[in-house]
């Protein structure tokens, strides 16, 4: 039974430059989060998908953006990036029907900007 | 707004002593959820428990141990004879209780290094 799986593992990228990140959610799980984790810091919530629609969002500006796919998949995109979007990039998954609020972490993409 | 305080920011004890993380925690709902999830160097957040705000049963799991007091808003999780697999950086989570899939605050987290 596959985790959750996030690509790319190490990203870096330049100032004002446009990333993509990706996630596959737990087998059966239906629902997306995305944290951020600055280093030192621990995780903040970015939004949730759910259904393919944004469900829920954190204190973050637009320049953060997602979309969920048919398949439950999910991709976190960042525009205008700036220093300090550096951090690891957390998704977590989590079944809609299931256990409530059992969230299971992916291995994070680790992003620099340079 | 919730806030969730793990005032350790780190510990280092050696192999075989109990060690004990806290959190406190602050929130406006009367129903609510707390976790612990522990972060290895790899980064992967891995879950170790989840208690609901009306289930104040303190809980044992093999060496680890969950102290939960609503009274002073702390959810405490000790390790018993720590061993060095124990390192690792520990953050206390809470979240609210509003649907089925609600968001998490975490905690700034603890380093826990268990030297041999």
């Known amino acids: 039974d596959a985790g959750v799986t996030q690509s790319p593992t190490h990203l870096i990228k330049t100032r004002g430059q446009q990333v993509t990140l990706r996630c596959s959610p737990k087998?059966?799980?239906?629902?997306v989060s995305w944290y951020q984790q600055a280093l030192g810091q621990g995780p903040q919530f970015i939004f949730q998908?759910?259904?393919?629609?944004?469900?829920q969002r954190g204190n973050f500006p637009d320049r953060f953006s997602g979309h969920q796919f048919p398949n439950y998949s999910s991709e976190l995109n960042v525009n205008a990036l700036l220093l300090g979007d550096s951090a690891l990039y957390l998704c977590?998954?989590?079944?809609?029907?299931?256990?409530?609020?059992?969230?299971?972490f992916g291995p994070g993409t680790r992003l620099t900007v340079t | 707004a919730q806030k969730v305080t793990q005032a350790q920011t780190e510990i280092s004890v050696v192999e075989k002593e109990d060690v004990t993380l806290d959190c406190v925690y602050e929130t406006r709902d009367t129903t609510y959820y707390l976790f612990w999830y522990k972060q290895p160097p790899s980064g992967e957040l891995v879950f170790l428990i989840r208690r609901n705000s009306f289930d104040e049963q303190n809980e044992i799991s093999g060496r680890y141990s969950w102290n939960f007091q609503k009274s002073t808003s702390s959810f405490n999780f000790t390790i018993t004879a720590s061993q060095v697999v124990d390192s690792a950086v520990y953050f206390c989570?809470?979240?609210?209780?509003?649907?089925?899939?609600?968001?998490?605050?975490f905690g700034k987290g603890t380093l826990l290094t268990v030297n041999p």
């Open positions: 998908y759910y259904e393919e629609e944004e469900r």
């Open positions: 087998s059966g799980h239906d629902t």
């Open positions: 977590a998954s989590s079944s809609y029907s299931g256990i409530p609020y059992e969230q299971y």
């Open positions: 989570a809470l979240s609210e209780a509003r649907g089925s899939n609600y968001k998490l605050t």
